[in-house]
């Protein structure tokens, strides 16, 4: 069992817990992701780290509250405690010193941006931050990128906190004032990943995407995660999250994370934890 000794909400739809989960703690690095199931008969949800600390032993996990499992994780308070915690999977997010790294964080993809952003401000590189969401209220992590970026611009779609638009309108405009990234690192919904990929190829500036399709049994045994990349089939649960955007097949990825639409159209859920 694995204690929670923290939580809070970061919105509506988002809370954060920190899990005290010593052999985690010890090993985790940025871009790695864990497994949990909140009781005996629980479903594996993978989470990305989203953040660490050795000393105290302890991860930290952000997820969006959407469905039975996730509901069913909310309702765990600070000093309860969730069955299964294991990790840390995926490789590292490869992380070098450069001069200058602009990170671009959308939605919860801002949740696995801070621990590499964090890093590379250890690393001493500058770091500039683009965070973007629908509205004010659904970028998180406000504060803890503040303290760790150089400056820090903000995107939502109705102008309810920077500009009025999306992260690429600003990315645009960070590039055409004359602005120079020795590299940039996107996470957020495949549309957002692949706008960026689509403007700094075409500026030569080397970016790193992090992917999180269907992942299942996190060993690369069930395939539901495989992804192309470099027109070579990787499995992003063993060979990622972290991969050379530039090389990465969104739209045969956006396929895939459609593929089920048409069923969850019309899908009633009757799990919810009400009934």
């Not at 509205?135 to 906190?161: P, R």
């Not at 992917?211 to 049994?217: F, K, S, V």
Request: aromatic share 6%; with cysteine.
């Amino acid at each position: 069992m694995y204690k929670i000794v923290a939580k809070r909400k970061l919105n509506d739809l988002v809370e954060l817990m920190e899990i005290h989960a010593p052999y985690v703690a010890r090993k985790c690095e940025p871009g790695q992701f864990i497994i949990l199931r909140v009781d005996e008969e629980g479903e594996r949800i993978p989470l990305t780290i989203a953040d660490y600390d050795r000393k105290k032993e302890t991860v930290t996990i952000i997820y969006q509250v959407v469905g039975y499992s996730t509901k069913k994780l909310s309702l765990k308070n600070e000093g309860d405690s969730v069955e299964d915690f294991v990790g840390p999977l995926g490789q590292e997010a490869p992380l070098h010193k450069v001069k200058r790294v602009l990170g671009i964080g959308g939605g919860v993809g801002i949740a696995p941006l801070y621990p590499q952003l964090k890093k590379m401000k250890e690393l001493g590189v500058q770091v500039d931050t683009i965070l973007g969401g629908r509205s004010d209220e659904f970028i998180i992590l406000e504060d803890e990128m503040e303290n760790i970026s150089d400056n820090v611009y903000y995107a939502t779609n109705d102008g309810s906190k920077g500009i009025k638009g999306f992260v690429t309108d600003k990315l645009n405009e960070l590039i055409e004032n004359g602005e120079k990234y020795d590299l940039v690192i996107a996470i957020g919904p495949l549309i957002m990943m692949k706008a960026v990929c689509e403007i700094t190829k075409k500026h030569d500036i080397k970016t790193n995407v992090s992917l999180n399709p269907i992942m299942i049994d996190g060993t690369g045994m069930c395939g539901g995660c495989r992804v192309t990349v470099g027109g070579e089939t990787k499995f992003a649960c063993v060979d990622g999250p972290d991969f050379d955007g530039h090389q990465v097949d969104f739209d045969e990825a956006m396929r895939r994370q459609g593929m089920y639409k048409e069923e969850e159209k019309d899908h009633v859920c009757r799990l919810g934890l009400e009934d």
